[in-house]
């Protein structure tokens, strides 16, 4: 309904009669972009188009607002887990999801990076957005900080066989020494909850729709992306300051 509502704002207001609508009332409004529409039914994609690229254009506007306004928590989130190099120059931020299969298929392409560019600090923002399980294996992962074993967990969890449910989570939790009950515990704390959340915001005000989604400087690099060109997008932001 609103999107049919908008585009018939968009043809009134592209149709010759759009400065009387104001002194009409709402069915012969009606009846006048109907007319609009049979004399030429081209508008209607006229129409769409436009509201297209408005969409467009409020989004690249908020993409960017949020870069620069978000930046500090973009990179230096103290609620986020730091791989890499923790003094790096440059900043890769990476929204995932345990079960996304893409994401897996990304861990090499990001381990890669990571070999080849020892300047470089990793952000992960856990977006779980692929059901219970992708909920319960990032409250794990973010929870076995307080034990010191987020990136032997993350690793493991990223390379396991099947999705990631609760009894797959368990025992690779088990695998790599973490203290099961309090690893239950510590996924029930607040600063998780705010780091979901966090992630839901960011990645909604950035435009992503999908895991992963990469931010590297003022590049937004959603999906798959292979280790050549994230070299290629950390030196350009090394290169250029950012």
């Known amino acids: 309904m609103k999107i049919r509502n908008a585009v018939l704002a968009v043809v009134l207001a592209a149709a010759p009669f759009g400065a009387l609508a104001d002194t009409m009332d709402e069915d012969r409004v009606k009846e006048l972009v109907l007319e609009a529409i049979r004399e030429n039914p081209k508008i209607v994609m006229e129409a769409v188009e436009i509201l297209q690229r408005r969409d467009a254009e409020a989004q690249a506007e908020l993409q960017a607002e949020t870069l620069t306004n978000q930046r500090l928590l973009l990179e ?28 897996r298929q990304a861990m090499s392409e990001v381990q890669g990076l990571l070999d080849a560019d020892p300047n470089v600090r990793l952000v992960y923002r856990e977006w779980p957005i692929l059901g219970d399980g992708s909920v319960f294996a990032a409250r794990a992962a973010l929870a076995s900080r307080n034990q010191g074993k987020y990136e032997e967990f993350h690793w493991a969890l990223m390379g396991m066989d099947g999705r990631a449910e609760e009894a797959s989570v368990m025992r690779i939790a088990n695998q790599v020494g973490l203290d099961i009950d309090q690893l239950l515990d510590d996924m029930e704390s607040a600063e998780i909850d705010a780091h979901l959340a ?45």
Not at 198 to 207: D, K, M, P
Not at 215 to 223: A, K
Not at 234 to 240: F, L, S
């Open 76 to 103: 230096q989130d103290l609620n986020a887990p730091v791989l890499g190099n923790p003094d790096g120059d440059v900043t890769v931020i990476e929204f995932f999801d345990y079960n996304c299969p893409y994401c």
């Open 198 to 242: 966090e992630s839901t915001r960011l990645s909604q005000a950035l435009g992503f729709n999908g895991t992963p989604s990469f931010v590297v400087g003022n590049e937004l690099l959603p999906g798959f992306v292979e280790e050549a060109l994230l070299l290629e997008v950390v030196q350009k932001t090394r290169d250029e300051g950012q």
